[in-house]
């Protein structure tokens, strides 16, 4: 019976468990485990990345950081500069350039003044950045540009769905735009019936199409914004026709749920049309905690897919024909000529579906071993040979830019010079003679002015810089010494023209430190650039936002929650340029993991012990997620579930620790209640709740004991028969166990009409004598209650006579028998012995409560402590009784024995005489004094009439009386010839 309980009792938990994993494996595939497996994947980021091969070496980010702004201005910084900083990239070898930088605004004609004849101003010229950074990207021949292909919808996996209205939503000026919106769809029609308006001018397209694409209303209208809009929408358009077959590629069947624009922010036309490719920078996160943990790979748009920025750039670097590319469902490949790449993506599920085509962005590096001072995104690209972040300042780029610039300053002031001192103002001189006032001849003159005026139009990047520079120093060292010559002519007049000679003493002084200094800005400028070309030769740039601001672009992710949004595209293009990267595992491995390890988990709960489950279990998860972190995701590059199997193996315990924590209460209510009806309550509680205690064990301890008997009981059982006898031993046995629980007692067992308890185990009790002595009193007070309220009267005359014996002592304590199963918590030694032949000595002393003088000792010292310890309430009135030195049978040791009277009077008001006339007895017959021992005897029967006192000393005196060897032998001892 008890195997086949066991065994129900494990299925029903294998089946409570395994309901559990069915609910854990439910709530996964619902998404209700999402916020804790996103948590998941950022450890995983950012903690296993031992077998990352690192970023690419062929990345390079020119860096937009806040020392550019500080020098070369606030964003947005004019086009020409932007134009001068793609041919210094150009010029450095930079073979591919991604700007992660929305030009979708022209930028107005700068007027600028040319330097004129004579350092004087020249006419105003018109700067059109616009046109100079086109032409820059046009002959470097590998730019990708950015393209805001803003989605239709923002969707995220546990929130709704909000317009996006390709940017123009949410303002009032926004909203007026929005009556001036031309959809693309219809420009596309438009320019598709007339391929002619691809190539005539943007005022021409605009002006033959705002009859057919503006209400009549705004087309009557020539100028305003609706019109400036209109170009915008045209120029869009032909920005995307253009590169519809260098930058997409067909949307393919399967592929409708992946991202969706309607309306994208290209490049203004003049940059697009030269660039080599577009590229998408517009992304989301899809998770609603804000981190941005995927992006898309392709967004569509009229029918075509256009990638990512990074997938563009790469693509695009690597010499990747995008007729070749094939897009399915959950992956792109890519074919990079000795070698093809699949670009695995994932959906999402949103509010209003699915969105597919998602990306996990994989970094190169975890952040196990970042050094302390950089942030999060600085390190997966960081360059461990160089010790240094793989990126460029931007400012650095542009340096020889502002070097050009401070050279052209010194030129205009090397220009100054020449015109001031040795063009004009010469007081003679005999290598002037043909050119009065000059110190050149008029042929030199000329020759002078005309380089002067030619370099002051070139800069040092110009192939002619060289020649007319040193035409330039060749000049100066040529006439400095007819320089000379007049300011000594001027000095030694004495009286001349003061102006002119310091006029020439500056000059003297001013030329080499400004041709000096143009040296040393050439110098800069040549070290730059071959620092610049060691480091991007070759290289993929991309140029984009690290500085903080209001324009910043940064995004939180699992390795920082402030990461600047181009690094997003160069993880995508470190994906492609290496092919590492993190795939999906599938759905199906997934659910597998969930059943076996939440099994392993029901397993745990149904084998271990309570105390070990937990430990195990949360050991298994440990270990899983160690599993999944350092071998599956590190090693393999796969994306499993994480929370789902920690889950599911948790839900597996508790539901095993739900019906285990039922079955064992209940029965743990059961053995309280068996157990409460041997220990007080109180008792019960605390070895409940503190299982450490080891009080089952056998132990020696000192206890009291106590056994009760009923006078003369086995007669009244046979006259009563079982049923009555039965009866009157419920009521009699019920009332008195609770007397004794209430004391503190701990039962042990009945025998017949005897009680046995025993105080201080199993726990403690420094009080145990005195305890035990108020608990007596208590019974015989009790029972004297029952009798005279006539609860026994069947009994007969009186009712119920009970007989106490108590024993203080060292005794074994514990469970005996074979625990668990089959033992009896109890007490073995000579103190249990005594207390039972003390309980049966009653009989031949006459008494009701006979105690040991150990107990008595013990009562005395506990019951003075309690007093002090302000629990005088607790401490029982003790008042003794001697009746002699007693040896028990089968012991050589007499014993000092005592009647407990307490505060019980049983002779009333003559209690303390009965008490002193006993002394007298006692005292003589141990003195040997029989004839007082007799005087005594005599007395106490005429006060107190007889008894088994009286009986048991007569019988000794007169056998010792009969012995010869009395005098030796006599020791004032009584035994007992009965146990």
């Not at 670009?343 to 579906?353: E, L, Q």
């Not at 400004?514 to 140029?543: H, S, T």
């Not at 990461?563 to 092919?579: D, E, F, R, S």
Request: aromatic share 6%.
């Amino acid at each position: 019976m008890l195997f086949r309980g066991r065994v129900k009792t494990r299925r029903t938990q294998w089946g409570l468990g395994l309901l559990s994993v069915l609910a854990a494996l439910t709530l996964h595939l619902l998404g209700g485990l999402a916020w804790l497996e996103r948590l998941t994947l950022d450890w995983r980021a950012q903690w296993f990345g031992a077998s990352s091969p690192g970023p690419s070496d062929q990345l390079v980010v020119i860096a937009i950081d806040q020392g550019a702004l500080d020098t070369i201005g606030r964003w947005p910084w004019p086009r020409g500069q932007l134009a001068m900083i793609i041919r210094e990239l150009k010029r450095a070898g930079a073979k591919t350039v991604a700007l992660d930088l929305l030009l979708d605004d022209p930028q107005e004609v700068l007027l600028t003044r040319a330097p004129g004849a004579a350092g004087g101003a020249g006419e105003l010229q018109e700067i059109d950045g616009d046109a100079l950074l086109a032409e820059a990207i046009r002959d470097h021949g590998g730019v990708v540009l950015a393209t805001g292909f803003q989605f239709t919808a923002e969707r995220d996996e546990e929130g709704g769905t909000a317009a996006a209205d390709a940017g123009s939503a949410g303002t009032a000026e926004n909203a007026r735009r929005g009556s001036w919106r031309v959809p693309l769809t219809k420009v596309y029609s438009e320019l598709a019936q007339k391929p002619a308006l691809m190539e005539v001018g943007i005022n021409d397209a605009v002006e033959q199409l705002r009859g057919k694409l503006l209400s009549k209303e705004l087309a009557s209208i020539p100028k305003g914004p609706h019109i400036t809009r209109l170009a915008a929408e045209i120029g869009s358009a032909r920005v995307l026709m253009r590169h519809a077959r260098t930058s997409s590629v067909p949307s393919p069947a399967g592929m409708e749920s992946i991202a969706v624009s309607q309306e994208p922010s290209t490049p203004v036309e003049v940059l697009g049309v030269g660039a080599a490719r577009i590229g998408n920078v517009t992304f989301d996160t899809y998770d609603p905690d804000g981190q941005t943990r995927r992006i898309p790979l392709w967004v569509m748009h009229h029918g075509r897919l256009w990638p990512n920025l990074g997938l563009a750039a790469a693509m695009l670097h690597r010499g990747v024909d995008l007729s070749t590319v094939m897009v399915t469902p959950g992956k792109t490949e890519i074919d990079l000529g000795e070698q093809k790449r699949t670009m695995p993506t994932a959906p999402a599920r949103v509010s209003s579906g699915v969105v597919d085509g998602l990306h996990y962005v994989t970094w190169p590096r975890s952040l196990v071993d970042k050094p302390a001072e950089l942030r999060g995104w600085q390190w997966p690209f960081y360059d461990e040979k160089n010790g240094r972040p793989a990126e460029v300042a931007i400012g650095r780029v542009y340096q020889p830019t502002d070097l050009n610039k401070r050279i052209k300053e010194n030129l205009a002031q090397v220009d100054r010079v020449f015109r001031l001192a040795v063009l004009s103002g010469a007081t003679g001189g005999a290598e002037a003679k043909d050119n009065a006032g000059s110190l050149l001849s008029k042929g030199e003159a000329r020759e002078l002015t005309g380089v002067l005026e030619q370099l002051s139009r070139l800069t040092s990047d110009d192939d002619l810089w060289a020649d007319y520079y040193g035409a330039v120093k060749q000049a100066w060292a040529d006439v400095q010494p007819r320089v000379k010559g007049e300011l000594e002519a001027l000095q030694s007049r004495g009286e001349g023209d003061r102006e002119r000679a310091v006029l020439l003493r500056e000059a003297l002084g001013a030329m080499p430190k400004l041709l000096g200094e143009v040296d040393q800005g050439l110098r800069q400028i040549a070290m730059v650039r071959a620092e610049l070309k060691r480091l991007l030769d070759g290289k993929l740039c991309f140029v984009g936002w690290v500085a903080t601001g209001a324009r910043a672009d940064f995004v939180s992710t699992s390795i920082d929650p402030r990461t600047p949004g181009v690094h997003l595209h160069v993880a995508v293009a470190n994906a492609v340029l290496t092919g590492f990267q993190k795939v999906q595992g599938p759905a199906w491995l997934d659910t597998a993991l969930v059943l076996i390890i939440g099994l392993s988990g029901t397993f745990i709960g149904v084998r271990a012990s309570v105390v070990a489950a937990p430990i195990i279990t949360a050991m298994v998860i440990a270990a899983w997620f160690a599993i999944a972190g350092l071998i599956i995701w590190d090693r393999w590059g796969v994306i499993v579930s994480v929370s789902g199997p920690s889950a599911s193996a948790f839900f597996g315990l508790v539901g095993v620790f739900v019906h285990r924590l039922l079955v064992e209460q209940a029965a743990r209510r059961r053995t309280e209640e068996r157990f409460k009806s041997r220990v007080a309550p109180q008792l019960v509680d605390i070895l409940v709740n503190n299982p450490e205690m080891d009080t089952m064990k056998p132990q020696r301890r000192e206890l009291s004991v106590m056994f009760t008997d009923l006078q003369g009981f086995t007669t009244t059982a046979e006259r009563l028969g079982e049923v009555k006898t039965a009866e009157v031993l419920a009521r009699f046995l019920g009332t008195m166990t609770d007397v004794v629980l209430a004391h503190g007692a701990t039962f042990d067992k009945y025998i017949g009409d005897a009680i046995v308890t025993f105080w201080g185990a199993p726990i403690e009790n420094e009080y145990h004598a005195a305890d035990a002595c108020k608990a007596v009193l208590e019974m015989i007070r009790t029972l004297e209650q029952m009798n005279a309220r006539g609860e026994f009267d069947e009994v007969g005359a009186g009712g119920l006579v009970m007989r106490v014996g108590l024993m203080a002592g060292d005794v074994m304590v514990g469970d005996f028998g074979a625990p668990p199963k089959n033992s009896s918590y109890t007490t073995l030694g000579d103190t249990t012995n005594l207390a039972a032949r003390l309980e049966g000595a009653n009989k031949v002393f006459g008494s009701r409560i006979l105690v040991g003088q150990r107990l008595r000792d013990m009562a005395e010292v506990h019951a003075q402590k309690l007093v002090e310890a302000g629990q005088g309430k607790r401490a029982p009135v003790l008042k003794w009784r001697r009746l002699g030195r007693v040896r028990v049978k089968g012991k050589l040791e007499p014993i000092t024995v005592f009647e407990l009277v307490g505060d019980l009077q049983p002779k009333g008001e003559r209690t303390q005489a009965w008490i002193d006339l006993t002394e007298k007895l006692v005292g003589a017959y141990e003195r040997g004094d029989f004839d007082a021992c007799d005087a005594a005897i005599m007395e106490y029967q005429q006060n107190f009439g007889d008894s088994p006192l009286l009986d048991l000393y007569r019988s000794h005196m007169i056998e010792w009386a009969s012995r010869v060897d009395r005098a030796e032998a006599f020791d004032g001892c009584v035994e007992l010839k009965e146990k």
